[in-house]
């Protein structure tokens, strides 16, 4: 069964009145952050220390750019950070961007040239599906693409690298939970504050990669 168009219309105003509205969405343009989602890098950063001087950072789905612009300025000149994502990136000082899809050929080979031989310390990923309405199928995709992103880390990461992905409480959850528990030393939840609090969305914090 399809969803309404007049109620996903509605959903859609609601949104946007939220938004607007949302403290950490008029922080951002205060601040100047690309998007009220630097705000949960900075809090889980806060906490983790993840974004340290030197730090190589490759962020997957990075558009608008919020994270990457954290990043950037966490770690510094002597830091890397390299932003991928499908669609465009306006440029931002510190950051590298490719775009393209992550898992083609192409674009690994232009990640390894920018690269210059450095190991990825940090994958870090906020992506989320374009959302249909249909919960079951939402939730299915959310979870792909975490899969897909825990993927590329474990390719890419340096041994005791570490992982940061957005998560959605529901079907599949527990069974990525748990595979990120093989892979990693450690894993903990985190859920910060500009996560709003209705949103079943979580983050899950993989550090130490095993071999």
Request: proline share 5%; hydrophobic share 40%.
């Amino acid at each position: 069964m399809k969803p309404s168009p007049i109620k996903k219309n509605k959903t859609s105003k609601q949104w946007m009145r939220e938004h607007v509205n949302d403290p950490y969405v008029q922080l951002a343009q205060k601040e100047g952050y690309r998007s009220r989602a630097a705000y949960k890098l900075l809090e889980i950063d806060a906490k983790d220390h993840l974004l340290k001087p030197g730090t190589v950072v490759v962020d997957l789905g990075a558009t608008p750019g919020g994270w990457s612009q954290v990043a950037a300025a966490k770690v510094g000149r002597n830091g890397k950070v390299i932003a991928l994502d499908l669609l465009p990136l306006t440029p931002m000082a510190g950051v590298e961007f490719i775009q393209g899809d992550f898992r083609d050929d192409a674009v690994l080979k232009q990640l390894e040239e920018l690269l210059h031989g450095k190991p990825v310390n940090l994958v870090i990923s906020d992506m989320a599906p374009n959302i249909s309405g249909v919960a079951s199928a939402d939730q299915a995709r959310a979870m792909h693409l975490a899969e897909l992103a825990m993927e590329f880390a474990l390719e890419h990461l340096e041994r005791e690298g570490s992982f940061l992905v957005k998560v959605f409480q529901g079907s599949g959850f527990e069974d990525f939970y748990k595979l990120m528990r093989s892979r990693f030393a450690k894993v903990v939840t985190r859920k910060p504050k500009a996560s709003r609090d209705r949103s079943s969305e979580l983050y899950l914090l993989g550090t130490g990669k095993l071999e």
